[in-house]
């Protein structure tokens, strides 16, 4: 199995930072992709940033020019640097990653616990 382990959630002002990790052990031959979702109360779990094996990142609209994802390949990390943080961005946060577990063997998408992420006004 696969395990993501996620630290760094937590209560902030707006305006502040804070700076999420994510940690994946366990049998992994590679890794694909990796990123994090989020999902506030009652709403859908939406994409809000993925990186690449090479480190090409994607960002959702809503968080371009505040958040910066980056990986660490040796360490099978990802981490999610959120600024300039809104009341809008509160929501639980799930990383995830894209694991090959044996050479020639499919990737399969693995979650985090989540984390919670309050931005007070």
């Known amino acids: 199995q696969v395990q993501m382990v996620e630290s760094g959630g937590g209560l902030v002002q707006a305006g502040g930072s804070l700076r999420l990790s994510c940690a994946a052990s366990?049998?992994?031959?590679?890794?694909?992709?990796m990123g994090w979702y989020r999902q506030a109360p009652g709403k859908q779990r939406d994409l809000v940033a993925s990186?690449?094996?090479?480190?090409?990142?994607n960002y959702a609209d809503s968080v371009k020019g505040r958040f910066t994802i980056s990986r660490d390949n040796a360490k099978n990390m990802v981490y999610l640097q959120m600024n300039s943080l809104k009341p809008e961005d509160t929501a639980v946060y799930y990383c995830?990653?894209?694991?090959?577990?044996?050479?020639?063997?499919?990737?399969?998408?693995?979650w985090g616990q989540g984390t919670q992420v309050t931005v007070s006004s």
């Open positions: 990186i690449t094996s090479d480190g090409s990142p």
């Open positions: 995830y990653c894209n694991v090959q577990r044996f050479q020639l063997a499919a990737y399969v998408k693995y």
């Open positions: 366990g049998r992994i031959f590679s890794i694909a992709d």
